[in-house]
T-cell receptor
Framework: ETGVTQTPRHLVMGMTNKKSLKCEQH?????MYWYKQSAKKPLELMFV???????ENNSVPSRFSPECPNSSHLFLHLHTLQPEDSALYLC??????????????FGPGTRLTVL | SQKIEQNSEALNIQEGKTATLTCNYT??????LQWYRQDPGRGPVFLLL?????KEKRKERLKVTFDTTLKQSLFHITASQPADSATYLC?????????????FGQGTELSVKP
């Protein structure tokens, strides 16, 4: 286990539903990330939180809304998604900062299917 | 534009041979480059990091090289085993120490046959 957990592991939702993905890290890291991974495409960085403040929002549609209540927890709130949003959503954490290597630890992912 | 490219074709090799995977990048000057392994339906797992001033890094059967002139990293697995079958990703931080943002390549799928 990597020390990063994600729930649920699988999620099927309709386009009008609202759901949330949860991520928790037990590594004492100061940065957390959401990535989207679609088939045969590179990992796409969606959001970065460093010290609980959002430092990156990679032009993600507003139907994805992140929340980072503390350094150990990260949520991704989903509403009115589209079928093309179906993908594997990965959470990661790292100890980011000057002189550090930013090795990222990933959770197992949530496989999301939007009908 | 900035790009990271890995062998798009899957790599099939025989057990015991050395697998060599390539990662090329353009328009970046990374301070380091990372390699990850990803199994189907799982998150990537960090393997190795190599810095811009290091030519080569080793860890057990893994070896990574970094040529900043060619803008290329090579990832080698010696004495490969079927358990090494997975997708291997390279990643770099485009601007050093800017909130930990990593850019990933699309990955190369490796299959080691017994």
């Amino acid at each position: 286990e990597t020390g990063v957990t994600q729930t649920p592991r699988h999620l099927v939702m309709g386009m009008t539903n609202k759901k949330s993905l949860k991520c928790e890290q037990h590594l004492g890291h100061n940065a957390m990330y959401w990535y989207k991974q679609s088939a045969k495409k590179p990992l796409e960085l969606m959001f970065v939180y460093s010290l609980e403040e959002r430092v990156e929002n990679n032009s993600v549609p507003s139907r994805f809304s992140p929340e980072c209540p503390n350094s150990s927890h990260l949520f991704l709130h989903l509403h009115t998604l589209q079928p093309e949003d179906s993908a594997l959503y990965l959470c990661a954490s790292s100890q980011a900062g000057t002189g550090l290597d930013n090795e990222q630890f990933f959770g197992p992912g949530t496989r999301l299917t939007v009908l | 534009s900035q790009k990271i490219e890995q062998n798009s074709e899957a790599l099939n090799i025989q057990e015991g041979k050395t697998a060599t995977l390539t990662c090329n990048y353009t328009n970046y000057s990374p301070a380091y480059l990372q390699w990850y392994r990803q199994d189907p339906g799982r998150g990537p797992v960090f393997l190795l990091l190599i810095r811009e001033n290091e030519k080569e890094k080793r860890k057990e059967r893994l070896k990574v090289t970094f040529d900043t002139t060619l803008k290329q990293s090579l990832f080698h697995i010696t004495a490969s085993q079927p358990a090494d079958s997975a997708t291997y990703l390279c990643a770099l931080e485009p601007v050093y120490n800017q909130g930990g943002k990593l850019i990933f390549g699309q990955g190369t799928e490796l299959s080691v046959k017994p």
